[in-house]
């Protein structure tokens, strides 16, 4: 679930691409991005990132597996 403070606008990003890199590396947790106050992007750290694709997988091949 994105919390609020999870939500930022993209010129912030753009401003200060560093300080959300290593904020997105230490929580793991996605940032929503806005353009002019509209969820546009979402940004996240690419380790938190396979694992959640290493999840999917998994509950997939589970999910195969009990058919």
């Known amino acids: ?3 609020l403070r999870d939500i930022s606008p993209l010129t912030g990003f ?3 691409h560093k300080a ?3 904020r997105l590396t230490e929580t793991g ?3 929503v991005l806005t353009v002019n106050g509209r969820a546009k992007l979402i940004v996240q750290d690419a380790e938190a990132y ?3 694709l290493d999840l ?3 509950l997939d091949t589970q999910r195969i597996l009990k058919q």
Do not use: N, S
């Open 1 to 3: 679930m994105v919390q």
């Open 14 to 16: 753009l401003r200060d």
């Open 20 to 22: 959300y890199i290593q």
């Open 29 to 31: 947790r996605p940032e």
């Open 50 to 52: 396979q694992q959640l």
């Open 56 to 58: 999917i997988d998994e």
